[in-house]
């Protein structure tokens, strides 16, 4: 079933968060941004008494009763925010520029969608039919140059153009009972934007190019507006006054894409192998997913500035469709080790964006690239995860490794290899500490430290930060950042 409406983002955005906290209990995560803790910890949390460690549907069955209990039972609230970045922030830069200016985006001023004149740089140039001056050669030399750079700056905007902010919210339970087994109940509901720029290359040859601007300036004067190729999209257009106009006929632009995506879980785990302190614990999780789609494609030259690229993100058209899937997980515990393995989306349920309006694109590659990436399948991934704790339970060091990589709703791969260590004290105020790396390997190839706090057995606090950099607006910022925080309570 799918429905179309609009939905506006800063709407969207606040009911997120809205939702999160009074929806119906809550479990998942977005495969670009671990929750709570686990952006710390990476694999697992070497079996604190935590309801932020379900990814592994094994993982609940396994978590110890307090002393003299026979049941386990928690809640929590765990919000997350982050950006991904490329570093590429040429286009709004150019925007800026050409706001500043009172000019256009090259070749971008005609509102056509797939190219445009730029009356800025319009020539005078005398009527043909005479030999060339210097100072028309000149002339012919410097609107070739002019014609040069407004191709190069096209093809810069664009080229590795990708920035990603995500937003997530998650309200885990947890009853683990003698006699009612292992349950838990969730659902998760995030929302992430992304912008990506379209590049389709100018081969702008700047030698030909003045040739054939010599050619029609020394041929016979013309009697209407006539129109010559100079090559990689590039023409100009002399009129029988002797001006001149040039046009770049381009498809690059960008795309713009937002998905809310909201899993609803209910997971059953247990223990079904013990010898001595080695113990087997397998679980299930079935998923309802509803998920909410939209994209828009927007050619360079109906980009006035960097405004209207967010405009239309907050003017969203969601494309809303259901599906189910199921997540399987198993564990080996020992006395101080753990090992897991989970196997996510099984059925690699499939989803559409809604498809968007190409009529300002008229290269065939460029259109069947968009086409291509309004297809989203949550593909099967199978990760890994270990733990070790000393014997007093104090120290603990965790691994996960995503086994292959799989996309998310923008189209881009993630790959997850994360360690990270931790200490647990008996102290109530400041009960656990951890620090951690984590590496996307595929991608952006992005690495995150990461560091974290418990405090009063209550609040989680983790944070995470690119060690690559990026200049933009003259700054140096990480290419990556995110944050969690939740609150939790065990009984």
Request: negative net charge; glycine residues 8%.
């Given at each position: 079933m799918t429905s179309l409406y609009k939905r506006p983002l800063y709407i969207a955005l606040s009911a997120l968060l809205t939702n999160g906290i009074i929806a119906s209990p809550v479990f998942a995560e977005p495969i670009y941004h671990p929750s709570g803790p686990k952006l710390t910890f990476g694999g697992m949390t070497h079996r604190?008494?935590?309801?932020?460690?379900?990814?592994?549907?094994?993982?609940?069955?396994?978590?110890?009763?307090?002393?003299?209990?026979?049941?386990?039972y928690g809640a929590g609230l765990s919000l997350g925010l982050g950006v991904e970045y490329d570093g590429n922030d040429n286009l709004f830069k150019l925007l800026d520029n050409a706001s500043d200016s009172g000019a256009s985006v090259p070749g971008g001023d005609s509102g056509t969608g797939d190219s445009g004149e730029d009356s800025a740089t319009t020539l005078p140039i005398p009527l043909p039919g005479v030999s060339l001056t210097p100072?028309?050669?000149?002339?012919?030399?410097?609107?070739?140059?002019?014609?040069a750079v407004a191709a190069a700056l096209i093809?810069?905007?664009?080229?590795?153009?990708?920035?990603?902010?995500?937003?997530?919210?998650?309200?885990?339970?947890?009853?683990?009972?003698?006699?009612?087994?292992?349950?838990?109940?969730?659902?998760?509901?995030?929302?992430?934007?992304?912008?990506?720029g379209i590049n389709d290359p100018i081969t702008f040859d700047a030698t030909q190019a003045l040739d054939e601007l010599i050619k029609a300036?020394?041929?016979?004067?013309?009697?209407?507006?006539?129109?010559?190729?100079?090559?990689?999209?590039?023409?100009?257009?002399v009129n029988p006054d002797g001006t001149a106009k040039f046009r770049i006929d381009n498809n690059s632009g960008v795309i713009t894409k937002a998905a809310q995506v909201t899993e609803i879980s209910i997971g059953y785990s247990r223990k079904v192998w013990q010898q001595e302190d080695n113990k087997v614990y397998i679980g299930i999780k079935p998923k309802y997913l509803d998920?909410?789609?939209?994209?828009?494609?927007?050619?360079?030259?109906?980009?006035?500035?960097?405004?209207?690229?967010?405009?239309?993100?907050?003017?969203s058209d969601f494309s809303y469709q259901q599906d189910f899937s199921v997540d399987l997980g198993a564990i080996w515990s020992g006395k101080q080790y753990q090992v897991g393995a989970t196997l996510t989306n099984l059925n690699e349920p499939e989803f559409h964006y809604p498809a968007s309006d190409l009529s300002g694109f008229t290269n065939p590659l460029i259109i069947q690239f968009i086409r291509d990436r309004e297809r989203y399948v949550m593909e099967r991934q199978l990760k890994l995860d270990g733990g070790y704790i000393t014997p007093g339970g104090a120290w603990g060091i965790n691994f996960g490794l995503d086994v292959n990589a799989v996309p998310d709703p923008m189209g881009d791969d993630y790959q997850w290899a994360a360690v990270g260590v931790g200490f647990a004290s008996d102290s109530w105020w400041l009960p656990g500490a951890r620090a951690g790396i984590r590496k996307n390997m595929a991608g952006t190839e992005l690495t995150y430290v990461t560091a974290g706090v418990t405090v009063f057995n209550i609040l989680n606090l983790d944070l995470a930060a690119t060690t690559q950099t990026v200049q933009i607006n003259g700054k140096t910022v990480p290419r990556g950042l995110i944050g969690n925080i939740g609150f939790q309570v065990m009984f």
């Open positions: 604190r008494m935590t309801v932020s460690d379900m990814g592994n549907p094994a993982h609940p069955a396994g978590v110890p009763y307090p002393e003299g209990d026979n049941g386990l100072e028309q050669q000149d002339q012919l030399d410097s609107l070739v140059q002019e014609v093809g810069v905007s664009v080229t590795g153009l990708n920035a990603k902010a995500f937003i997530s919210a998650d309200v885990p339970v947890l009853i683990s009972n003698n006699k009612l087994g292992t349950w838990t109940f969730g659902a998760n509901t995030s929302i992430t934007t992304n912008l990506r300036y020394e041929a016979d004067p013309p009697t209407v507006a006539t129109t010559y190729d100079l090559t990689g999209s590039a023409s100009v257009t998920i909410g789609l939209s994209n828009t494609a927007i050619p360079i030259a109906n980009i006035d500035n960097a405004k209207s690229i967010f405009e239309s993100l907050d003017k």
